[in-house]
């Protein structure tokens, strides 16, 4: 209510209207206020969908597919090893995220923060960075479609796969949040199910519930052995390195968070929940995957190297069908591409609302064109949308390509964006706590949340990821290796990153007379948007307090 109305409301008193009614009235309009807030069309996600968003986007076809190459390289205990070293380095991003996501939860997320806390066109040139590794991905699971029906016919044209995606992503995103959310996260369920049911599957067939009952248990660690190939300290290093490498393009979830945070219900009592849920993910899907694939199959079996060799079609080159295969198992490979096809047809989808927001931010920060910023009646930027799909369209330079040249394309192009995005995180995130701490800030109750083991996990990922990045081209430099298409895929990423950054930096220098290179510490903005923010997580609990829950939001309460 304005201050105005309320100066009304008073006259109306001092002309005889009972102040007690005059009262109450005024704290009705505000409630509806409030109300109004909490009811945000544009805040549509609740915390079922925020987790099962986190699960989408960062589950696909990798983990069930893809999975069999580091196996083949690195042996079982050396997967494990190079997806476990990479799960911690996500962990510790997400310990960054978690402060400054639910101190701030605003569209845009980590993007805003980058130029929020560190400088206007580090912000720039790292939204820019990621959209473009959105965009790779949403090519990579619709070329992943195509691949995947190829298990049982070839002579469906792949135009007509890539369409029919298109087409039914545009249908999903360009609703409501909400409209999103709610097929997200029935088709999300689909994926737990899946990576439950390989689980079991595992279990099962190792103590012998199999068709020619062979109790195998953990046979492929000790023969061939749990590193492939010849047991020696550059071959054992060589192969951790690939799985490591593996797993920055395999393993994601809470830069997903941050980023829908700002579409995001009562975002302060659904997000801290959602970032601490990533170590569960970690454990339950990642680790636990590396530790069943090396349980059902060898990193010598010739079907799996063969497979992989001629660039099987779906999940024929799944370490997991090889080995119902291989025990004589009917029906249960069908099953597995088919629950494989509609996960990545959600990966696929969640890529493609996190790259329309991306780049919704980017508008609204000036940084993108102005018309980017449009929206229709249920608060979904509609254009970005459609820019977003129609970037898409690349994925029919498989049709002239070939589809596993054009799939390698992608996954080199991703997981070295990926590296400079987590590489831009952890800095972002050393910024914040260096403004905190010079405003008097940091130990005083400011922030809603605290992630572990602060400032050790920002220094952690801020280590690792241009480790990583600088050494994920090592093959290149051996003798007759090099190749000028791997290095650009490779290395390009940093490359298009510094010219986005310097090319802004000069246009602020030149244009607009700003030549400070980075925000100081103590200039740092911790006020804007905090008191909309404390206004929106009142009404929210407010709301829920005056509704109580019925047993099916107790139940996903419980669950989620």
């Not at 494990?80 to 997320?109: F, H, K, Q, R, Y």
């Not at 054992?236 to 490591?244: E, K, P, R, Y």
Request: glycine share 8%; with cysteine.
């Amino acid at each position: 209510m304005s201050y105005e109305a309320k100066e009304k409301n008073l006259e109306d008193y001092s002309a005889g209207e009972p102040q007690q009614t005059v009262t109450d009235e005024i704290n009705h309009q505000d409630a509806d206020v409030n109300l109004a807030l909490a009811d945000d069309p544009h805040r549509g996600l609740r915390m079922r969908h925020v987790q099962l968003i986190a699960i989408s986007g960062s589950i696909g076809s990798a983990l069930f597919v893809s999975i069999g190459n580091p196996l083949t390289s690195a042996g079982p205990l050396g997967l494990i090893l190079g997806v476990a070293i990479w799960c911690a380095v996500v962990w510790a991003a997400s310990n960054c995220l978690i402060e400054m996501t639910c101190l701030l939860p605003v569209d845009g997320g980590f993007i805003h923060y980058a130029g929020r806390f560190v400088d206007h066109s580090f912000g720039m040139a790292l939204g820019w960075n990621y959209v473009i590794t959105q965009l790779a991905l949403i090519c990579f699971e619709l070329v992943s479609l195509n691949v995947i029906v190829e298990y049982w016919t070839t002579t469906l044209h792949p135009a007509i796969i890539i369409s029919v995606g298109l087409v039914a992503f545009f249908i999903i995103q360009i609703w409501s949040v909400r409209w999103f959310g709610e097929i997200e996260f029935y088709i999300s369920i689909t994926k737990v199910f899946l990576m439950i049911g390989l689980t079991l599957y595992t279990f099962i067939a190792m103590v012998g519930g199999n068709p020619i009952h062979d109790k195998f248990g953990f046979r492929y660690w000790k023969t061939p052995g749990p590193f492939a190939g010849e047991v020696n300290f550059r071959k054992v290093l060589t192969g951790i390195f690939d799985s490591l490498s593996w797993a920055t393009f395999a393993v994601v979830g809470p830069d997903y968070i941050s980023l829908i945070a700002g579409e995001v219900k009562n975002p302060r009592r659904i997000l801290p929940k959602a970032f601490n849920s990533t170590i569960y993910r970690i454990l339950c899907f990642y680790l636990t995957g590396a530790l069943c694939v090396g349980i059902v199959s060898s990193s010598t079996d010739e079907s799996l190297l063969g497979a992989i060799a001629a660039g099987a079609p779906g999940a024929a080159k799944s370490p997991y069908v090889i080995s119902m295969n291989r025990l004589g198992i009917p029906v249960l490979p069908s099953l597995v591409n088919a629950l494989i096809l509609i996960s990545i047809f959600s990966t696929g989808n969640s890529f493609t609302f996190v790259a329309s927001r991306s780049l919704f931010s980017l508008a609204q920060k000036g940084q993108a064109p102005a018309i980017l910023k449009r929206v229709n009646k249920q608060g979904v930027p509609w254009v970005a949308v459609c820019v977003t799909l129609a970037f898409g369209c690349l994925s029919y330079l498989s049709v002239s390509s070939g589809t596993v040249k054009v799939l390698n394309w992608w996954i080199n192009l991703v997981g070295a964006a990926q590296l400079v995005s987590w590489t831009c995180i952890a800095i972002t995130y050393l910024r914040f706590r260096k403004g905190l701490k010079a405003q008097n800030l940091l130990n005083t109750g400011y922030l809603p949340v605290k992630g572990y083991l602060q400032p050790f996990s920002g220094w952690y990922v801020l280590v690792w990821s241009p480790i990583v990045f600088f050494f994920s081209g090592y093959y290149l430099f051996y003798p007759g290796s090099f190749a000028g298409p791997d290095f650009v895929f490779a290395y390009g990423s940093i490359f298009l990153f510094l010219a986005i950054y310097i090319g802004s930096k000069i246009y602020q220098t030149v244009r607009m007379n700003q030549k400070q290179f980075i925000i100081p510490a103590d200039q740092i903005d911790f006020v804007s948007d905090i008191d909309h923010i404390d206004a929106l997580t009142q009404a929210s609990e407010a709301k829920r307090a005056r509704k109580p829950q019925n047993l099916g939001q107790k139940i996903s309460d419980f669950f989620f």
